[in-house]
């Protein structure tokens, strides 16, 4: 059961069917979803909540997608919100910049980092990845040549 009503532009209120948009087709503005707030305070209680597992699926019914999810590129976008979401504003183009730096990996940094960001919290997958990217960098400057050594 969804409690999407659909899709509404903050900039000039046009509203839109729940359906995969990038922004208002009128004036390009963001779109935000529109719920059935009555709806959901019936049956989405904080002890409901409470007793589901703690990941993004906890909070399926308010999510604005109406099929099964499809994990692969879902996975790589909610890493993505997660890791938003719980950075300072100051730091968010850093951090994504460390991110998809480690994603440079690819597939073995999106899967690392969604799985952790899922399980474990957009935090600790934060970090983890930040400790991975120190190691690396850590080995290329121990292995780097010495000035002067390519005469």
């Not at 729940?18 to 709806?39: R, T």
Request: charged share 20%.
């Amino acid at each position: 059961m969804s409690f999407v009503k659909g899709l509404k532009c903050r900039e000039c209120g046009r509203e839109y069917p729940p359906k995969l948009l990038a922004g208002c087709e009128n004036c390009f503005g963001p779109l935000e979803v529109d719920y059935h707030y009555e709806s959901i305070a019936k049956v989405l209680t904080r002890d409901v909540l409470a007793s589901r597992p703690k990941s993004i699926w906890k909070y399926r019914e308010l999510l604005p997608i109406e099929a099964d999810p499809v994990i692969g590129d879902l996975q790589s976008s909610i890493s993505n919100t997660l890791i938003q979401l719980n950075v300072p504003d100051a730091y968010r183009g850093r951090v994504l910049s460390l991110l998809f730096l480690n994603r440079g990996m690819i597939p073995v940094g999106t899967a690392l980092t969604g799985f952790l960001a899922e399980n474990l919290g957009a935090p600790i997958a934060l970090g983890s990845m930040g400790v991975a990217l120190m190691i690396c960098a850590g080995i290329a400057i121990f292995l780097r040549p010495k000035q002067g050594s390519f005469r």
